[in-house]
């Protein structure tokens, strides 16, 4: 049973947004995290001892995806209307748009060096740009319904994709082709992440599910049947060793993948969780919800693997799974999970409410600079 000094506790509260937070993305060096909302802005929350949080406009219609650049200089937001933004976070909010799609823009990621963009759409098609100019370079074509998320291999030589033809595919950059079709789903993916090592993937199920696969043989390697509603979101601990799930019936998972079981349900926010994220050495995570809140958490259940002898990695990229034989298609149950979850409830106490500094830029006049900086960045 694990103390309480390695529960997830609530460090910060933020409202803001007036609608569902969708996506959340932490900045890769400071203590901030950009969240997207359907109330058509995305908001920048600093969460250090001087909180701050600045709202910015300039989409006509719902945002689904938020995505900081690799550098932390530049914003990527993905929206209803069709368009993909690029911004500067600054207080003047400059931005330049360019229609992506010819429907919803459901994702939006930066690659690796944070020269490429990848988008996916309502229009079944997974696109790539270049981020200097807006160029676009190709469409991965094979889906047959809505696209709702497509993501960079942490190579960024690949990309993964599900929709809601009940499908996973794994396209191939170099030469634009999908190498890898999983079509064993029962329920649509609604988001799919890779492993931090590479060779493995997990997906949010419509159905309630949590699936792990080996991309090297397409087979599934661990299932959870942990929530007992849609599950939104998926997202590894940067160690790869935890993932964290956020649902429909209000609740976050925190799995043990070395273990095969879920430590930790998570209750905090009234009504669905919708978005969750990592900061990039995983000490804090955040989730966002139907419910308009923007949770910072500190993560704190890494730490006891660092004090007992666990393997390193259940997943690793130059040898086998550590534990293949051991978790091979393994199922959790609702009765499993619950027995083997710790409850921790967030009670809402001592919750900081934010102002937010609200910017409407949509000045031409401010193309010729931003692309100037994306340009310098970029070199």
């Given at each position: 049973?694990?103390?309480?000094?390695?529960?997830?506790?609530?460090?910060?509260?933020?409202?803001?947004?007036?609608?569902?937070?969708?996506?959340?993305?932490?900045?890769?060096?400071?203590?901030?995290?950009?969240?997207?909302?359907?109330?058509?802005?995305?908001?920048?929350?600093?969460?250090?001892?001087?909180?701050?949080?600045?709202?910015?406009?300039?989409?006509?219609?719902?945002?689904?995806?938020?995505?900081?650049?690799?550098?932390?200089?530049?914003?990527?937001?993905?929206?209803?209307?069709?368009?993909?933004?690029?911004?500067?976070?600054?207080?003047?909010?400059?931005?330049?748009?360019?229609?992506?799609?010819?429907?919803?823009?459901?994702?939006?990621?930066?690659?690796?060096?944070?020269?490429?963009?990848?988008?996916?759409?309502?229009?079944?098609?997974?696109?790539?740009?270049?981020?200097?100019?807006?160029?676009?370079?190709?469409?991965?074509?094979?889906?047959?319904?809505?696209?709702?998320?497509?993501?960079?291999?942490?190579?960024?030589?690949?990309?993964?994709?599900?929709?809601?033809?009940?499908?996973?595919?794994?396209?191939?950059?170099?030469?634009?082709?999908?190498?890898?079709?999983?079509?064993?789903?029962?329920?649509?993916?609604?988001?799919?992440?890779?492993?931090?090592?590479?060779?493995?993937?997990?997906?949010?199920?419509?159905?309630?599910?949590?699936?792990?696969?080996?991309?090297?043989?397409?087979?599934?390697?661990?299932?959870?049947?942990?929530?007992?509603?849609?599950?939104?979101?998926?997202?590894?601990?940067?160690?790869?060793?935890?993932?964290?799930?956020?649902?429909?019936?209000?609740?976050?998972?925190?799995?043990?993948?070395?273990?095969?079981?879920?430590?930790?349900?998570?209750?905090?926010?009234?009504?669905?969780?919708?978005?969750?994220?990592?900061?990039?050495?995983?000490?804090?995570?955040?989730?966002?919800?139907?419910?308009?809140?923007?949770?910072?958490?500190?993560?704190?259940?890494?730490?006891?693997?660092?004090?007992?002898?666990?393997?390193?990695?259940?997943?690793?990229?130059?040898?086998?799974?550590?534990?293949?034989?051991?978790?091979?298609?393994?199922?959790?149950?609702?009765?499993?999970?619950?027995?083997?979850?710790?409850?921790?409830?967030?009670?809402?106490?001592d919750n900081v409410n934010v102002e937010t500094d609200e910017t409407d830029e949509d000045d031409d006049d401010d193309d010729d600079q931003i692309a100037e900086k994306l340009e310098t960045w970029e070199m």
């Amino acid at each position: 049973m694990l103390g309480t000094n390695y529960d997830p506790v609530v460090e910060r509260h933020f409202r803001g947004h007036k609608k569902s937070i969708t996506n959340i993305s932490f900045h890769p060096d400071e203590p901030k995290v950009a969240t997207s909302s359907l109330d058509h802005t995305f908001m920048v929350c600093s969460f250090a001892q001087s909180m701050r949080a600045n709202r910015f406009i300039a989409h006509k219609d719902a945002i689904y995806d938020v995505a900081y650049a690799p550098s932390g200089e530049v914003v990527a937001t993905a929206s209803k209307d069709r368009t993909v933004r690029i911004w500067v976070p600054t207080i003047r909010a400059e931005s330049l748009d360019f229609r992506a799609h010819s429907g919803t823009v459901r994702s939006v990621q930066f690659s690796p060096t944070g020269r490429k963009l990848v988008t996916a759409s309502d229009d079944k098609i997974v696109k790539l740009w270049m981020v200097c100019r807006r160029r676009f370079l190709s469409s991965f074509i094979g889906h047959t319904n809505w696209v709702h998320c497509a993501r960079f291999s942490p190579d960024g030589k690949l990309i993964i994709s599900c929709s809601d033809d009940k499908t996973i595919r794994l396209w191939e950059l170099a030469s634009g082709q999908c190498v890898k079709v999983i079509n064993e789903l029962k329920d649509p993916a609604l988001d799919v992440e890779f492993h931090p090592s590479g060779v493995a993937i997990g997906s949010a199920n419509a159905g309630g599910s949590i699936k792990i696969y080996d991309l090297r043989t397409g087979s599934l390697n661990q299932h959870y049947a942990a929530h007992s509603a849609a599950v939104n979101k998926v997202k590894f601990h940067p160690n790869g060793d935890f993932m964290l799930t956020a649902s429909e019936d209000s609740t976050m998972k925190i799995l043990d993948l070395l273990e095969g079981r879920p430590i930790y349900t998570l209750k905090a926010h009234k009504g669905g969780v919708s978005a969750i994220g990592f900061s990039p050495n995983g000490e804090f995570f955040a989730s966002g919800g139907h419910d308009q809140q923007l949770l910072i958490w500190k993560s704190n259940f890494d730490k006891q693997q660092n004090e007992e002898k666990k393997p390193k990695s259940l997943y690793s990229s130059e040898e086998k799974f550590d534990l293949e034989s051991e978790f091979s298609s393994l199922s959790l149950d609702k009765k499993d999970s619950a027995s083997t979850s710790r409850q921790n409830e967030y009670q809402e106490k001592d919750n900081v409410n934010v102002e937010t500094d609200e910017t409407d830029e949509d000045d031409d006049d401010d193309d010729d600079q931003i692309a100037e900086k994306l340009e310098t960045w970029e070199m």
